[in-house]
């Protein structure tokens, strides 16, 4: 059970909006940055959001973060088939003194 | 550009000892720290520690505490995550993955995995 939760799962059509909730505590996104992964089927995790809501470079500008008090959220705009993965959400723990991710949400494209 | 290979596929039996190789390459190794996060079949990531690039600090989760050592060689660009005492839940994608710090840490380069099976 993680302290962080995320629903299991989100789709959308082409095109659309797709919006993935990310709730933590004070302990961990209530003081500290949150980080996004994608992590596409059979392959090594990657990071699309890193410190709320900065983009690296190469990520598409579909890609934005945003986080308020103790919740976090990723948004995928103008969904696209290759968006369709797991997303997992991340920051430190000062209660565990350790870094955890979320459950991961599970996007498909319909 | 940021390369991380890591070791491959480890089948071990309950109770032995594993070590993972990851081999840097792109960058200043000893300016990165480098974390390890694993993977169990069908499950979600789980952060296993992380290791400062010049070996000088370690942190790791608490369910790890005493079974796991991270150590760098900073002459070959390499980190090691060794894990004893080995149980079937430890059987799972091992990856490395580089830790970038601005303000807040996080992980911007990931090794390829490494499966560690862990059968009788």
């Known amino acids: 059970q993680s302290v962080l939760t995320q629903p299991p799962s989100a789709s959308g059509t082409p095109g659309q909006r797709v919006t993935i909730s990310c709730s933590g505590s004070s302990s961990n996104i209530g003081g500290n940055a949150v980080n996004w992964y994608q992590q596409l089927p059979g392959s090594a995790p990657k990071v699309v959001i890193y410190?709320?809501?900065q983009r690296p470079s190469g990520v598409p500008d579909r890609f934005s973060g945003s986080k308020s008090g103790t919740s976090a959220s990723l948004a995928i705009s103008g969904l696209q088939s290759e968006d369709e993965a797991d997303y997992y959400c991340?920051?430190?723990?000062?209660?565990?003194?350790?870094?955890?991710f979320g459950p991961g949400t599970k996007v498909t494209v319909l | 550009q940021v390369q991380l290979v890591q070791s491959g596929r480890e089948l071990k039996k309950p109770g032995a000892s594993v070590k993972v190789s990851c081999k840097a390459s792109?960058?200043?190794?000893?300016?990165?720290?480098v974390a390890w996060v694993r993977q169990a079949p069908g499950e979600g990531l789980e952060w296993v520690g992380w290791i400062t690039g010049d070996n000088s600090r370690t942190n790791f989760a608490q369910k790890f505490q005493g079974r796991v050592s991270l150590t760098t060689d900073t002459s070959t660009s390499t980190a090691y995550m060794e894990l004893r005492s080995l149980r079937s839940g430890d059987t799972a994608v091992y990856y490395c993955?580089?830790?970038?710090?601005?303000?807040?840490?996080?992980?911007?380069?990931w090794g390829q995995g490494s499966l560690v099976t862990v059968s009788s």
């Open positions: 993955a580089r830790v970038s710090i601005t303000s807040w840490p996080y992980f911007d380069s």
């Open positions: 410190t709320n809501d």
């Open positions: 792109g960058y200043t190794f000893s300016t990165f720290g």
């Open positions: 991340a920051s430190w723990d000062d209660s565990l003194s350790g870094h955890v």
